[in-house]
């Protein structure tokens, strides 16, 4: 297409350590479009449903869209998709920060990954061109460690990493895949299947921006959002508390709050985990993704005992609920590190 599209996707076969190029024609992009609509579409047409989500012959596909990187709010999202080794099925997880306008800006629309490699890799992909690199120095590290790794191998400070850590690499079916050590493919155990094809990591990097066709009325809707969201309750509740700040108390006087084990819907010890503690005790920022003036995510630091590391972002409301109390635990630092863990193993 003319706008909004590179018009070429990366396919690369870690079996016969090869890569090549498809050009869709212009109906392509506008029957499947990109993310989870274009991700279906290749798993399938190309793969049988029986294959082995953890075999070979499982396709994994990162995929972008038509409108990341138009400077739309929220359009930087991206698409991992594979058939899941949790379900079985067709399984994607969405994530946004900064990943998917680089893919872009290095000249594709998504990458296609097949085979297993014999050893680990991780695909360098930049400015058009996509390299399979030896990944032996690291395995078996984290999210934190492979992306100052990376950086360093590239001479590049600011290359985008999605990357799995030490759960996908030892298969755990619900590993995800994070990208800058805080915006996560979450769901379907999309870290697992790159963790079966010693898939470490994909690198992005590029200087080449996507054309968009920029008229005066989507200048002016990007504009108005900009002015407006704060009018929306919810959105200004993101804005100023995260999702931490506003699920857990609402959750609790609502008495739905998942409480040990789902035993009950109340948490006497909620206030201890919610946004206002967090903000008081642990938050140092607000964090982002490309373009987005929500700036929902948080960002924790602790010097105390659980020393909580900021590079790793923090506590959205599902990691207070599912550390806190679903477990029955009030310590906010405590649930703070775990963030930081879940994010430097991809779990
Ligand atoms: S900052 Fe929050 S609202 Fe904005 S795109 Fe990222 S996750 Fe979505």
């Known amino acids: 297409m003319k706008y909004g599209t590179t018009g070429r996707i ?6 016969r350590q090869s890569h090549r190029v498809e050009e869709p024609e212009e109906s392509f992009y ?56 949790l379900t079985g099925f067709y399984g994607e997880g969405e994530a946004g920060g900064w990943w998917s306008p680089e893919l872009k800006r290095a ?36 999210t934190g460690e492979t992306q100052r790794l990376i950086e360093k191998e590239v001479a590049d400070s600011k290359v985008r990493v999605a990357a799995i850590g030490q759960a ?42 996507v054309a968009f066709k920029e008229t005066p009325a989507l200048k002016r809707m990007i504009k108005w959002y900009a002015d407006h969201f704060m009018d929306h309750p919810i959105e200004r509740v993101l804005h100023d508390g995260g999702t931490i700040g506003w699920d857990v108390t609402e959750l609790d006087e609502a008495g739905i709050l998942p409480t040990r084990n789902f035993h009950s819907g109340s948490f006497e010890k909620a206030d201890d985990i919610c946004g206002k503690t967090f903000h008081e005790k ?58 930081e863990l879940c994010n430097t193993y991809t779990l």
């Open 107 to 142: 000249g594709f629309d998504a990458v296609l990954v097949e085979g297993r490699a014999e050893k680990p890799v991780y695909l360098w992909i930049h400015d058009g061109q996509i390299e399979i690199r030896d990944a032996a120095a690291l395995w078996g590290k984290g």
């Open 282 to 339: 642990y938050f140092i920022e607000a964090g982002g993704c490309q373009g987005c003036v929500v700036r929902c995510k948080r960002v924790a630091r602790s010097d105390g005992p659980w020393q909580v590391d900021p590079t790793y972002g923090g506590p959205e409301y599902e990691t207070a609920a599912a550390f806190g109390s679903l477990c029955g635990v009030s310590d906010l630092e405590a649930i703070c590190k775990a963030h």
């Open 30 to 85: 506008r029957t499947f479009f990109g993310g989870s609509a274009l991700a279906c579409y290749y798993l399938l047409k190309e793969r049988p449903a029986s294959v082995d989500p953890l075999g070979p012959d499982n396709l994994l596909v990162f995929a972008s869209s038509p409108l990341v990187g138009s400077g739309i709010p929220g359009a930087n999202r991206y698409t991992v998709a594979a058939i899941s080794p």
């Open 168 to 209: 996908g690499e030892n298969l755990v079916r619900y590993a995800c895949v994070v990208h800058a050590m805080k915006h996560t493919n979450g769901r379907g155990g999309m870290g697992a299947v790159m963790g079966s094809k010693n898939l470490k990591a994909i690198a992005v990097r590029g200087r080449q921006p």
């Open 10 to 15: 990366a396919r690369v076969d870690l079996t």
